[in-house]
Every structure is written in structure tokens, then in C-alpha cells.
């Protein structure tokens, strides 16, 4: 069923998002400042988790009122049917942004819309739902625009950007979203050497290879729409699908990328079955089948794969040659 969905991007990014949702799939891609809105299947959302380089956060509308001061902030989010959307046992948190003319304080605002949550869940199931401002289960995203509130649920759980790799930070890291719309807006293909006058940390560089080597950023993400109980069995089965196949697309990748990178250069004169590729001693692949395999023989002991020669095939072959 095709839903409306809303992706968050940083500031300037909104072309590149628009251009990598038009490559998911996405239907009636309309930017905005900071983000931009389309429709489509849910697996098309749950894919963009994964396989967006720019984007935040993907985002599930479920609720816009008017919300020109506290009052109607709260009163608009209780009416929400929460008992649908948090589960029993689940945890929450709140993340804002923006504001309307009564409401200029993030922090009040969500605090107010906590507050409406529990309060709605408490009366309509008896308990109350623990906060998680860390690592919550429901991530409930407000933000405030010309005196509206709009409510979402964060599909992942956590931003985008936070791709995993990074084991220590520098002072001023460069996010990694960034960092990728960089390497995109640039124009850089993938196959020419790149150069990063400003490394830092490396995220440019390490961004760029990923985009080189068609790997999605968040394959091996767990979304926090796997533990909600309306979805998650649905989400589970698309996930499966879409992580398999964006391996695929990885691993394929690699076998092109190594099929150029050992090109024959010179063979033997003999016949084609017989031939064997020449690869420069103690040299090893970087994919299972870099090069068709051309010679009859198994694989040699100490030899890098069944398809590359060893050092002494090199040596053998050179001086009969």
C-alpha cells in the first residue's frame, strides 16, 4: 500500500536525496528545506534506510494538528492512538524541531508531547511507558511549522549518519551524510583516483568508497521498526529480501572492479585452453573469480585462489616463454 514518507537530509543536500530516491523507486518526490517528501511502498522506506548515503532519518507520518501554544501542543498529540503505535513494555523518546510563536523551547516542547504520550496511554491501558532518551524503541520526531505540529515515527531509530564505522572521533568530524553528498554532488564516477586535500578523519575518503564499491551505507543496520509488534513481521521478511540483495549488488560490484583490475597482459602461446593470465608474483585477488578460468589445473598449495598462479607459475612461465 503506497504511504507518504518524509526523509530529513542536512541543509543543501535536497537535490542529491531527490536523485537517490528517484533511484529506489520513489513516486511523487517533492524537496523542501531539509528534507523531502515522497510516496511509495513501505519496502521502498525500509530500503532507503539502508541504502541512502544522504539522508538523516526516514520518517513515518502519523499525526498533524494545530499547535500554536502548549495547550493545543498537548491536547492535539493525546488524541493520537497511541495504544497502536507503543507497544506495552516498549520504551519512547521525543526529538523536536522548529517552533511556532508560542512554543520558541525544543526541550518544553518535548517534554509537553511526553507528557500527552503518557498521559494517553496511561488512561486508555492502565500503564505507563518508560523513556528512553538514548536507545528508545519509538522514536516520536516533532517538528513545528507555521503554528502546526507534524508527528513521525523514525523507522530507524537513530540518525542516518551514524553509519558505525568510526571506532574514535576527532574534534570537529565531518558528518558522514555530508560527507557522501560531497562525493555526490562532485560528480566523481567511482573509477578515477580521488584526492581529499583535508582528510581529518577520513570520512570523505571512506564515503567515497562506498559509493565506489556500491555498498549501502546501512545494510547491516537493525531498524527500530523490527521490534514494533504491528510491523515487525512484515518488516522482517522486506528486510531480508533487501539485504540480500543489496549484497548482491556489492559482491558484483567487487567481481567488475577485480575483472578490470587484472586484465590480461600478456599469455602464453598456446592453446586458449591452456592459457593462463599473467599476474604479477605474490599478488592476490581481491574477489573469489577475478578472471575467466582458462587452465585445467586445481589450485597449487600456497596459491591465492583457483584462478591466480603462484609465484613459481610466474617464474616457470616466464622463462619457457
Known amino acids: 500500500m503506497f504511504s507518504s514518507w518524509y526523509a530529513t537530509c542536512p541543509r543543501g543536500a535536497e537535490p542529491v536525496l531527490q536523485r537517490e530516491l528517484a533511484g529506489l523507486g520513489a513516486k511523487g518526490i517533492r524537496p523542501g528545506q531539509g528534507g523531502v517528501r515522497f510516496t511509495g511502498e513501505r519496502e521502498t522506506a525500509l530500503r532507503g534506510c ?91 520526531v516533532a517538528h513545528l511549522a507555521n503554528g502546526t505540529c507534524s508527528l513521525s515515527l523514525d523507522l530507524a531509530g537513530d540518525l542516518l549518519s551514524n553509519r558505525g564505522y568510526r571506532v574514535r572521533t576527532v574534534a570537529a568530524p565531518l558528518r558522514e551524510s555530508i560527507a557522501a553528498a560531497v562525493v555526490l554532488l562532485s560528480g566523481w564516477e567511482g573509477r578515477t583516483p580521488l584526492h581529499d586535500p583535508v582528510c581529518g578523519s577520513g570520512t570523505l575518503a571512506i564515503e567515497a568508497a562506498l559509493f565506489a564499491a556500491a555498498r549501502a551505507p546501512g545494510e547491516r543496520r537493525t531498524l527500530a521498526s523490527e521490534k514494533w509488534p504491528r510491523t515487525a513481521a512484515e518488516d522482517a521478511r522486506a528486510l531480508r529480501r533487501i539485504r540480500a540483495e543489496l549484497r548482491e549488488r556489492a559482491a558484483g560490484r567487487a567481481a567488475r572492479a577485480c575483472r578490470r583490475s587484472w586484465l590480461p597482459t600478456a599469455t602464453r602461446r598456446r592453446s586458449p585452453r591452456r592459457a593462463r593470465t599473467h599476474v604479477p608474483p605474490g599478488s592476490r585477488c581481491a574477489s573469489p573469480r577475478p578472471t575467466p578460468v582458462l587452465s585445467s589445473r586445481s589450485r597449487r598449495p600456497g596459491s591465492s585462489c583457483s584462478t591466480c598462479p603462484t609465484e613459481s607459475d610466474s617464474r616457470r612461465e616466464a622463462a619457457s616463454s
Open 50 to 140: 539502508l541504502d541512502l548515503r544522504t539522508a538523516l532519518r526516514v520518517l513515518e507520518p502519523i499525526g498533524e494538528f494545530p499547535a500554536s501554544d502548549a495547550e493545543q501542543l498537548y491536547e492535539g498529540a493525546a488524541k493520537l492512538p497511541w495504544q497502536e503505535l507503543i507497544a506495552p513494555g516498549q520504551t519512547f523518546a521525543v526529538a523536536a524541531s522548529g517552533r511556532a510563536p508560542g512554543l520558541t523551547h525544543t526541550h518544553f516542547v518535548e517534554l509537553k508531547l511526553k507528557d500527552a504520550v503518557v498521559d494517553a496511554l496511561r488512561a486508555r491501558t492502565g500503564a505507563r511507558p518508560d523513556v528512553d532518551p538514548r536507545h528508545p524503541d519509538v522514536l516520536v
